[in-house]
């Protein structure tokens, strides 16, 4: 069930951020479809007119205004005893009876409790004509948007970094290629027109300017104008007196005087001349306690026009204000104020917004019109400035003054790079350039956007200056300080590595520059070694976009040995440079108890004529190697060395044990030693009970178990092969046949 049309209206008007929250999301969800309509662009009474006449986007904005909290269940409970009639009733507050045509297909809002937004209906086609004349044909969609996100935080425009740099994948994985590969894409598609947003926010608004300024003594009563008299001398008294519809105001013992027409400075002087014979040496001071109302129009591309009662110190720009401001049609540089036929002024927008002047000279009257005509010539600024938007211009004819308009130029901006895309009027669209001289001044570049003409339509776009620097070089890998150093001319490697300092531990010999080659920055490895332009043997001289790459002496070919056998954590190693097999022993923990220190086994390969290995095995004292630290018994270990320490002789057998069970005098767990007998074993368990049976004795071993376990499994399996490949003969009868595959089965069971 939804709620009245009026029910809606009134809250949508109580709350203007609700409205400004509808408003925003539909031209979001138009501008998705490639509509191009601004918020502005959607009026009060185009967004009224529909809630009015759409019973599914009353539906949907119900459930979306619930979702929210500004609705209750109860409110939407109550909602159901009001029945359309009395919805449609002419009595409503906010009845819009007859629905333009060019506007009606504004589209329903979803049902879904879940959706925040409208959504397009199925029939429905809109026409708005009257909004945009390029969207005149095109549909409008409310659909869900999206979660109404924090806005992110303002970044610097002038840095590099805050530029919108789209980067595409690169082929290599090198820094220089991630910059290059950038693209700068084209955000014009999202401006909006300058001053829009100022007459959005409504919720400070009021339709009485509150009496928080300063009245001036050349302020001009009228009738109902509140003033306070206050009297001392002879006399100490204070009375408040109204001014009436017949401009008079009735003071005590003197009567009435007319004061409408009259200055505040004149009346009080008049007052002060009726009062004095009545009250001998008695002062005056008369002040205002509330204005006068007066009724004005504001009428034109606004979003609300209509007849409108404002304070009499009002100006056009609160009465603008109060009308929503000007449609995304309506000019905000030409605003008229006019008294009759006559014309009192004109108000441009643009020194209030840009400038924070407030033309508050002239103050409105009773009957006054406030005109907002069409805007005039328009120019879109997009790109390097400080404010990209559509710009309106009244007196502006120079690129320069629309440059400034926007705000001038970003430090990133190129100067060398503005285009100009033109409508030749009723033709066809061209693209222009700012015609700069070749390696020009920047007061040369000034000078040629100061003498460019534009005209109504242009586009203006001022592009960035390369996402990236042409002069640098870049440094990766094994090093301490990686990323992007500045390049300069004659640069050599040791200006960016001076020593191993600036290298992490243990670097490879082996290094390469990867350099991009002019024209087409087609990458080319250049291999080196290290150590040697280190010592200054081998300079190398660096270019721009050269990428520097060290390795870790074990990211390349890493050189490992294998200690195995009998150590505390055998496994594979680094081989650092003059590793010995004594350093290798201590690296793995030392050696266990099992050890057997008098030789150790130690296995290399070497490399014949680059054709094939040859292993070669030495025996080594290890022993003395590790524990005496004596050089002769020791070895040093070349990659790919293998060392095994062996365990000592008869070590697995420490704990051997049999059980004896059963009738014995002593039953339980034995040691044993090598060679030893059972008879050994049943002395040693005292002998034979009395009932003993000796000749049934039984000896298990786990060996004799599992070779029977092997044996019996082979079996099982023999049998079920034989079974499953049998042919039975083709001359046997059915019979015989049957009783030959019982016979197969019993078999094999």
């Known amino acids: ?194 001053g829009s947003d100022v007459f959005l926010n409504r919720s400070g608004g009021s339709k009485n300017t509150a009496l928080d300024l300063p009245i001036g003594p050349d302020y001009v009563l009228g009738p109902g104008d509140g003033i306070n008299i206050d009297l001392w001398g002879s006399v100490s008294q204070r009375f408040t007196r109204t001014v009436d519809q017949e401009g008079r105001l009735v003071l005590p013992e003197a009567g009435p005087v007319v004061l409408a027409g009259l200055t505040l400075e004149r009346a009080q002087k008049l007052i002060q001349d009726a009062l004095t014979p009545q009250f001998r040496n008695a002062r005056v ?211 960016v590595i001076h020593s191993y300092q600036d290298l992490l531990p243990e670097p490879a010999d082996h290094a390469e520059i990867i350099r991009l080659r002019p024209p087409d920055y087609r990458p080319e490895t250049i291999e080196f070694s290290l150590s040697e332009v280190l010592i200054g043997n081998d300079p190398i001289h660096l270019q721009a976009f050269d990428t520097i790459r060290i390795f870790g002496r074990y990211e390349i070919d890493a050189p490992k040995v294998t200690i195995q056998g009998e150590v505390l954590r055998p496994g594979q190693y680094p081989l ?33 004529h680059g054709e094939k290995i040859v292993s070669r095995r030495t025996t080594l004292d290890i022993g003395r190697a590790v524990k005496d630290k004596d050089s002769t018994a020791d070895a040093q270990l070349k990659p790919g060395d293998v060392l095994t320490v062996h365990q000592l002789s008869g070590w697995s057998d420490i704990g051997a044990s049999v059980t004896v069970k059963g009738e014995v005098t002593y039953s339980g767990t034995y040691g044993i030693q090598d060679g030893e007998r059972l008879s050994s074993v049943l002395k040693r368990a005292g002998g034979f009970r009395v009932g003993a049976y000796p000749a049934g004795s039984i000896l298990l071993r786990n060996q004799v178990r599992e070779l029977e376990e092997k044996s019996r499994a082979e079996l099982i399996h023999q049998l079920e092969t034989t079974s499953a490949g049998a042919k039975l003969s083709p001359t046997l009868s059915g019979q015989e046949a049957m009783g030959a595959i019982q016979l197969i089965v019993a078999q094999q069971k």
Do not use: C
């Open 1 to 194: 069930m939804a709620l009245p049309a009026d029910r809606i209206i009134e809250l949508l008007r109580e709350k203007p951020e609700l409205l400004i929250e509808v408003k925003k999301v539909a031209a979001e969800r138009l501008q998705a479809q490639g509509v191009d309509v601004q918020e502005d662009s959607i009026t009060d009474e185009l967004l009224f007119s529909k809630i009015v006449s759409d019973a599914n986007l009353r539906s949907g904005l119900t459930l979306w205004l619930r979702a929210r909290g500004y609705v209750s269940d109860a409110d939407i409970q109550q909602a159901r005893a009001v029945s359309l009639d009395d919805e449609e009733d002419s009595s409503l507050p906010y009845r819009y009876s007859q629905v333009n045509p060019m506007t009606a297909g504004f589209s329903a809002i979803d049902s879904e409790p879940s959706s925040s937004l409208p959504t397009a209906g199925t029939e429905e086609s809109t026409d708005l004509a009257n909004v945009r004349p390029s969207t005149a044909t095109r549909a409008i969609s409310l659909r869900r948007p999206p979660r109404t996100a924090q806005p992110p935080p303002e970044r610097d425009p002038n840095a590099a970094s805050s530029q919108d740099v789209l980067h595409r994948p690169t082929p290599y994985n090198l820094l220089s290629m991630h910059d290059l590969y950038s693209q700068v894409p084209d955000r014009s598609s999202s401006l909006r027109r300058f």
């Open 285 to 495: 001071e008369v002040s205002l306690t509330r204005l006068r109302t007066v009724r004005i129009y504001v009428v034109g591309d606004v979003q609300r026009p209509g007849a409108y009662d404002v304070s009499s110190i009002s100006t056009p720009l609160n009465a603008l204000y109060a009308a929503g401001g000007p449609t995304a049609i309506g000019s905000l540089r030409t605003v008229r104020h006019l008294r009759g036929k006559q014309s009192v002024g004109e108000v441009d927008l643009y020194d209030f917004l840009l400038r924070g002047v407030r033309s508050d000279s002239e103050r409105l009257q009773p009957g006054d019109t406030i005109l907002v005509p069409p805007a005039g010539v328009q120019v879109t600024v997009s790109g390097m400035v400080r404010r990209p938007a559509i710009y309106e211009l009244r007196n502006e004819t120079k690129l320069s003054e629309v440059l400034d308009l926007a705000g001038g130029l970003l430090v990133s901006a190129a100067m060398k790079d503005i285009k100009v895309e033109r409508i030749e009027a009723h033709e066809n669209r061209i693209t222009m350039s700012i015609n700069v001289p070749e390696g020009g001044t920047p007061e040369a570049m000034a000078k040629a956007i100061q003498a460019f003409v534009v005209r109504d339509g242009d586009h203006v776009s001022v592009a960035p200056i390369l996402p990236y620097s042409e002069r640098s070089i870049y440094v990766e890998g094994h090093v301490i300080r990686p990323g992007k150093f500045p390049y300069r001319d004659e640069m050599s490697f040791n200006d």
């Open 576 to 608: 650092p440079e003059g590793l010995t097999a004594a350093q290798l022993v201590r690296m793995a923990g030392g050696f266990t108890r099992s050890a057997l220190l008098e030789s150790a086994d130690l296995t290399s390969y070497e490399v014949v």
